[in-house]
């Protein structure tokens, strides 16, 4: 029978560390049998790393051998007495919700679970704890509190870019924006932001971009909460070099609030338009009243506009290029199937289902209610009037 022996120095400690993070990820049988069993759990601020003491407290240990260790004389009792050499236990919040949200996913992890740290880096938890206490006493808001515990782990870039460089700036940046303030999976950014079944992709295109920026799974979700510009002046404050993910997230910033303004101008023209028909939502057929609610939606045609562009599909026309300021962002939007076969609410899709059109389009498309035309329809007419003109 194999005989378990305690570790001798931390630096066994950290490779045990380490060796836990990769099996558990890895090894189904470790985390159905032993996860939510682990009470005393161990972090180095160094490696930013947790383990549970029997795992770490014997020599050169890993799934496999703790698997089978029944019988063994394996004690957490005795891992526990050895680790108290280099560990001490305090009460960090931040570092229980970090356990929970790292391990999370592999399984439950005990409520009453106890955290050790490494003595040598007691100072360090003790000075976000002073200054916890000095923030708390109602002067600041919440969010500075919170924001003074958030630990951010250091990049782990990879070589590897294919992934990184197959894709624009929106979806990295998007890819990165979700992953850090909303912890989503890697299979849930591959479905969701790029387009591919979860199943057959099992995330890796998405994991290829963090990858190569460094974010890891311990970087999931730290930044819930916060606002964009909150998270950004807290990396500028790093020792690692961050840039990447900054500038990511700045570019996502500015199409937020590019969007929310499109939005903001678009709504201002559908008001417009209702001021000009009276009769909007009282005159005319069920079908007309859906067909144009579906067009006059902010968000339906602020999608269209963003998916499709701003000129005309039917003629090209652009009205920022022709009256300036005045036109920009500017476009009517189409919806493509007959109004007559719109008979009730349907979800609507704005790529496939509208489009955008300009104001003499979308009433040529419209003017004989028996006889709407189609788009292609519309542009053949176009081409045709073009070419004879052209001689």
Known sequence: ?????????????????IQFNNDIKENEEMRRRFLSHFRQWYYIREIDTFAPSK?????????????????????????????????????????????????GEYGRIKESSEIHILKSEESYFKHLLDEREELSDGTEDNEKLNNTLIIIPALEPVERSREYNLYEDPIRDRVVYESLFHGRTRRWLDENIIGLKPDESRGYQTMGILHFIGLKD???????????????QL?????????????????????????????????????????????????????????????????????????HGLNCVACGFNFELVYGERGKDFIEV????????????????????LVPVCSNCHRMIHRRKDEVLTVEELRQI??????????
């Open 235 to 307: 990396l500028e404050q790093q020792d690692s070099d961050f840039s990447l993910v900054i500038q990511s997230l700045q570019r996502f910033n500015n199409m937020i609030e590019k969007s929310q303004k499109l939005k903001e101008v678009i709504i201002d023209d559908i008001d417009s338009e209702q001021a000009e028909e009276e009769s909007y939502h009282t005159d005319g057929a069920v079908k007309e009243y859906y067909g144009k609610r579906y067009e006059r939606n902010p968000e339906n045609r602020k999608m269209a506009i963003e998916i």
């Open 55 to 103: 795992f770490i407290g014997y020599k050169k240990m890993n799934a496999t051998r703790y698997n089978n260790k029944d019988g063994t004389g394996a004690d957490g009792r005795k891992t526990e007495v050895e680790l108290r050499r280099w560990f001490v236990k305090k009460e960090v919040p931040l570092l229980h919700r970090e356990l929970q949200g790292r391990f």
């Open 334 to 353: 189409h919806h493509v199937k007959p109004l007559s076969t719109i008979g009730e609410e349907v979800v609507i899709d704005p790529e496939k289902d």
């Open 218 to 232: 311990k970087h999931k979700g730290i930044f819930k909460g916060l606002s964009i510009y909150k998270a950004v």
């Open 382 to 391: 176009i081409y045709r009037i073009r070419e004879v003109l052209s001689y």
């Open 1 to 17: 029978m194999e005989e378990f022996q305690l570790v001798e120095d931390i630096d066994e400690v950290k490779k045990n560390m």
